[in-house]
């Protein structure tokens, strides 16, 4: 049986981030994903294992190595969970620009 982490899990973490930034740009096997980083193989492994689990990224047996790629549509689900609080973020920033003019125009 596979187990199934929670995406939110698995971007908590610095390293899988920058792991599914490196496979925004293109497709990658776990030997050139760990030369970026300054980890143990077995720990990107474990990385991608995660990544993997949570579906945020897929891979790919070609040959004797394994390609990984990022899943676009499980980031996609991500972005839409986040756009609720981008709204708000959004929201709270514009009342922050009108106190501060309003303060600069008082002044």
Known sequence: M????DPFQAIADPTR??????????TMTAGA???NFDAARP?????LQVLNECELIT????GREIHYELK?????E?????????????SRFN?????????KTKK
């Open 95 to 103: 009342q922050l620009d009108d106190v501060l003019k309003n303060s």
């Open 59 to 62: 891979s790919q047996q070609k």
């Open 33 to 35: 994903i760990a030369n």
């Open 78 to 90: 991500i972005d839409i969970w986040l756009e609720q609080f981008r709204k708000i973020w959004e």
């Open 72 to 76: 676009i549509d499980k980031m996609k």
């Open 43 to 47: 720990t990107i492994s474990k990385h």
């Open 17 to 26: 981030r920058a792991i599914l930034v490196l496979l925004a740009a293109q």
């Open 2 to 5: 596979k187990l199934r982490r």
